[in-house]
């Protein structure tokens, strides 16, 4: 690599529909990388042939390039990175489009990668909750992470609760470990909707909660529903409006669960699910609530808590490690199995906002994003000097 020429970065495309916020990380780290290390990386971001519409935004980033590989349709390459050590075909389309570096997300290119290879491990789930998880997922994830570490690749993290947790269930490893806080910094054309428009477009009251989290089990809806059924009981008042993907390949049939008990308790106009909806809608929504709700039972640094404070939205959280350390204890918090405390927090917010509302960044948004984009460089730097020893 040369002084002064940008480093070419691989990424590999994360589909929304599987993982929305994977695509909302990566969408938020080009944005920040080209506002605020332009000329110093070129993102290249690999993807399978299909026909992928949440590719377009991305493409639209400054300086990200997209390439279209069978080498990258769905696990291709995976047993011949795990057998022979190198996935060849996509370490060949690597070479054909001078790649520097490589930035790993839930998936290995071998342990004789010729790149510099920077792995990203969102969070622990898998091993703070695996009854979540079917057996052979679990393994396969875990032998995933294994394979990382044992190949030597230098290991992003995104908190310190995720940091403490890698050091307790890897003691042995010897990686280069780098904690990068992302900050998002969305692209002007997903701030383009008008809220007051998008309200109205899915007949939300004005004074609405949300909660855009994808219907995987440990995203814990259900305690929003039974709140909601005791804030009905108490004679309160409060909506939340749900979006996200519905599919959820671990445990079939939660999302139907989940809207069954919302059914079974009366409770059709206080819970809407909107569905899977676009990215400037989800943005629309968010400006325009009463408050952010995550519920979730594990997080390693939660996308929608960090969309909420780039616009100063209230939020009512679970009470995890990560949760406070990502809000520096601002928020409000619940126990995941605490309806009743959640009940309090939906009717203290909602009795003491204002409606209607549309938020714009918070002061200091723009240093929050730079620092990401700051940090994730260094790593990615420090990964090629330790490749090159």
């Given at each position: 690599?040369?002084?002064?020429?940008?480093?070419?970065?691989?990424?590999?495309?994360?589909?929304?529909?599987?993982?929305?916020?994977?695509?909302n990380y990566q969408s938020n780290l080009f944005a920040a990388l080209s506002k605020f290390r332009?000329?110093?990386?070129?993102?290249?971001?690999?993807?399978?042939?299909?026909?992928e519409a949440d590719l377009a935004p991305l493409a639209a980033i400054p300086g990200v390039e997209v390439v279209r590989s069978a080498a990258f349709e769905?696990?291709?390459?995976?047993?011949?990175?795990?057998?022979?050590?190198?996935?060849?075909?996509?370490?060949?389309?690597?070479r054909t489009h001078r790649i520097d570096a490589v930035f790993e997300s839930a998936r290995f290119f071998g342990w004789r990668?010729?790149?510099?290879?920077?792995?990203?491990?969102?969070?622990?789930?898998?091993?703070?909750?695996?009854?979540?998880?079917?057996?052979?997922?679990?393994w396969r994830r875990e032998a995933g992470f294994r394979i990382q570490i044992a190949s030597g690749r230098t290991v992003m993290l995104s908190s310190e609760s995720s940091h403490r947790d890698f050091r307790k269930f890897y003691p042995g490893a010897k990686n280069e470990v780098c904690v990068v806080r992302f900050a998002t910094?969305?692209?002007?054309?997903?701030?383009?909707?008008?809220p007051a428009e998008i309200v109205a477009q899915y007949q939300l009251p004005e004074k609405y909660f949300y909660l855009p989290n994808q219907f995987y089990t440990h995203k814990n809806h259900q305690v929003v529903v039974d709140a909601l059924a005791i804030v009905a009981e108490r004679g309160g008042e409060a909506v939340v409006c749900a979006s996200g993907s519905t599919e959820e390949r671990r445990e079939r049939g939660y999302f139907d669960e989940v809207m069954e008990r919302v059914r079974n308790r009366g409770l059709e106009r206080r819970f809407r699910h909107l569905g899977m909806i676009p990215i400037s809608h989800v943005y629309a929504l968010l400006r325009a609530c009463t408050g952010l709700i995550n519920p979730s039972r594990s997080e390693g640094w939660s996308t929608t808590v960090e969309e909420a404070k780039s616009f100063g939205v209230p939020m009512i959280l679970s009470d995890l490690d990560v949760h406070r350390e990502q809000t520096g204890g601002t928020a409000s918090y619940f126990g995941a199995d605490d309806p009743a405390t959640l009940a309090d927090h939906l009717m203290r917010v909602a009795q003491g906002s204002e409606a209607p509302v549309v938020r714009s960044f918070v002061p200091g948004h723009d240093d929050r994003v730079a620092a990401f984009a700051t940090n994730f460089a260094e790593t990615v730097r420090h990964a090629i000097r330790t490749f090159a020893r």
């Open positions: 690599m040369n002084p002064g020429v940008p480093v070419r970065l691989a990424f590999t495309h994360i589909p929304r529909r599987v993982w929305a916020g994977g695509y332009l000329g110093e990386f070129t993102p290249v971001l690999f993807a399978g042939t299909g026909d769905g696990r291709a390459g995976l047993a011949a990175a795990l057998a022979l050590g190198l996935d060849r075909e996509a370490a060949a389309e690597f990668l010729p790149y510099p290879a920077v792995a990203w491990f969102p969070d622990f789930q898998h091993r703070r909750l695996p009854q979540l998880f079917p057996a052979t997922a679990r910094g969305p692209s002007p054309a997903f701030l383009n909707a008008s």
